[in-house]
């Protein structure tokens, strides 16, 4: 029988789990980048990594770790002030907003950090301390590993400084939970849908916009992400037969019964709380039905349309 070699986005999907490992055990290495506790930290990026800092902004807060916002680089309120500390989370290095954002930042005296994944670019001079992750590095456009590792070290930090938030699972028990992630079967209900939600509370919001913004990205597919509480407002009415609602984390009650009323599938790792699978983890799975359904549609995940791995904007940086 003929085989199908793999994508190398599959590739990159299936390795989480020893990236998540990894990046708990390099903490120490870390530390300068990141940040202490009490500090007023504002945490930026864009696309994928924008997600992630909005997913770590309310783990670090909710933990009581101090004050964290996130913000698209592009859109940090450059007359706020009063931030200790500037993160950037940046795959490539390169980035362009990321990259005036921390030059005005040093202009204006506030520290700056950076995770990347490449030690040979702009960032390392720009950032005044870099936590590298090159071992979670990506041929991939379309990010995956680099952005799950990011969060599995941040909350790894969290964790060593005892500011995991209540019910947050330890990185060792979301990568073993990883490991069934990349495993498990996706039922051919959800993988030949038509439309996707996702939905999530507190920091699984951040998971919810990047499970919508990878469907989009690998397949082109139809894909709308809400917080949970706010699905009800309007957003269920695009509900229906043939169309998926997926919650990250534990599930608001009564919410099954009114997807099933509209006739919608719906996708919910636990509806008791307990949760059977950490929300990381389901967004491994997340990531799989992108790759799945983008194969199914004609498209190749490796090289998805109109996307390049860094956006560099031309005479930004005069």
Known sequence: MPTTTPSRTSIEIASQPACWRQAAESLGRHSAALPRRGERVAVVGCGTSWFMAQAYAVLRESGGHGVTDAFAASEFPQGRGGYDRILAITRSGTTTEVLDLLDGAR???VPTAAITADPTTPIMTVADAVAVLDFADEESVVQTRFA????ALLRAHLEAEGALPAG???VARAAADAER?????????VSGAE??????????????????LKMREAAGAWTEAYPAMEYRHGPISVTGPGRVAWMFGPLPAGLDADIAR?????????????????????LVRAQRLAVTVAEARGCDPDRPRNLTRSVVLENSRA
């Open 107 to 109: 202009d204006a005296g």
């Open 148 to 151: 799950t590792t990011v969060l």
């Open 168 to 170: 947050v699972r330890s």
């Open 181 to 189: 992630a990349v495993t498990e079967q996706l039922v051919a209900e």
């Open 195 to 212: 439309q996707f939600t996702f939905l999530g509370s507190g920091w699984t919001y951040g998971l919810a916009l990047e499970a919508g």
């Open 262 to 282: 509209v006739g919608g599938t719906l996708v919910a790792d636990s509806q008791d709380g307990a949760g059977d699978l950490d929300p990381l983890a389901d």
